[in-house]
C-alpha cells in the first residue's frame, strides 16, 4: 500500500464548477503538506502549503488539512478551463523529502 | 535569477552510456533536491543536498547513480551505464530552507527528459 493515495482520474467537470481533489496518507509522522499543479511536459508549480489542521485560502484555492483522519484536500472554485492540468499532493517525510500522490488529472470543460 | 535552471531539456543516450544532468538552483537557495517521474506521475526521491554536502541519498540506486553540488558550479546527477528503465523525467527543485520557502514548499525546475534507447 503506498504510503499517499490520490485518485488519478481524470476528472472533468464544467467551467465554472466547485472542484474537490483529496488525499489520503498513513504516515502520521508527516509534518507539511502541499498542492502542486502540474502542466504537460513542466515541472511542478507550488499552489498551496500548509502544516496544519485547517484550512488555508488563497485566492481561488483552499487548502484543507485533517490530520486526525489522516486526509488532505484542495478546492478551486469558480473553476477555468486554464485549470486542467494535473494536480498533485505531497507531504514531507524524515529529512523533509516530499512524499507523492499520483496526481489527479483534471479537465475543465467550456 | 528567481527559477531553477536545469539542462539539457532532452537527452537520448544508448542503453550502457553514461547520462549527466544538471541544475542550476535559486540563488540563496542552501537545499537541493532530485526527483525522477516516471510514467503516470509517479514521482521518487533520489538524492538531496545542503550545500555542497549530501543530506539524504535513501532513495539514489548507488551502483549506477551519482550527483554532486560543487560550489560556484551547477549541481549535477549522473548515471553510469543507463538502463531502459532509467527513462523518466528528472527534476530538480530548490528551497532556502529545508522546510521551504517564505510560501513554502520547493521551487522545481522544468526537469530533464531522458530517454534511454
Known amino acids: 500500500q503506498k504510503e499517499v493515495e490520490q485518485d488519478p482520474g481524470p476528472l472533468s467537470v464544467p467551467e465554472g464548477a466547485i472542484v474537490s481533489l483529496n488525499c489520503t496518507y498513513s504516515n502520521s509522522a508527516f509534518q507539511y503538506f502541499m498542492w502542486y499543479r502540474q502542466y504537460s511536459r513542466k515541472g511542478p508549480e507550488l499552489l498551496m502549503y500548509?502544516?496544519s489542521s485547517g484550512n488555508k485560502e488563497d485566492g481561488r484555492f483552499t487548502a484543507q488539512v485533517d490530520k486526525s483522519s489522516k486526509y488532505i484536500s484542495l478546492f478551486i472554485r469558480d473553476s477555468q478551463p486554464s485549470d486542467s492540468a494535473t494536480y498533485l499532493c505531497a507531504m514531507t517525510g524524515s529529512n523533509y523529502q516530499l512524499i507523492w500522490g499520483a496526481g489527479t488529472k483534471l479537465i475543465i470543460k467550456p | 535569477g528567481e527559477e531553477v535552471a536545469q539542462t539539457p531539456k532532452h537527452l537520448v543516450r544508448g542503453e550502457g552510456q553514461k547520462a549527466k544532468l544538471y541544475c542550476a538552483p535559486i540563488?540563496?537557495?542552501?537545499?537541493v533536491f532530485w526527483y525522477q517521474q516516471v510514467l503516470k506521475n509517479e514521482f521518487k526521491f533520489l538524492i538531496s543536498?545542503?550545500?555542497?554536502?549530501?543530506?539524504?541519498e535513501t532513495g539514489m540506486p548507488k551502483e549506477r547513480f551519482s550527483a554532486k553540488c560543487l560550489p560556484n558550479s551547477p549541481c549535477s546527477l549522473e548515471i553510469q551505464a543507463t538502463k531502459l528503465e532509467d527513462s523518466a523525467v528528472y527534476f530538480c527543485a530548490s528551497s532556502p530552507y529545508l522546510a521551504g520557502g517564505i510560501r513554502g514548499g520547493y521551487t522545481f525546475g522544468s526537469g530533464t527528459r531522458l530517454t534511454v534507447v
Open positions: 500548509t502544516y
Open positions: 543536498f545542503q550545500n555542497e554536502n549530501v543530506f539524504d
Open positions: 540563488k540563496g537557495h542552501s537545499y
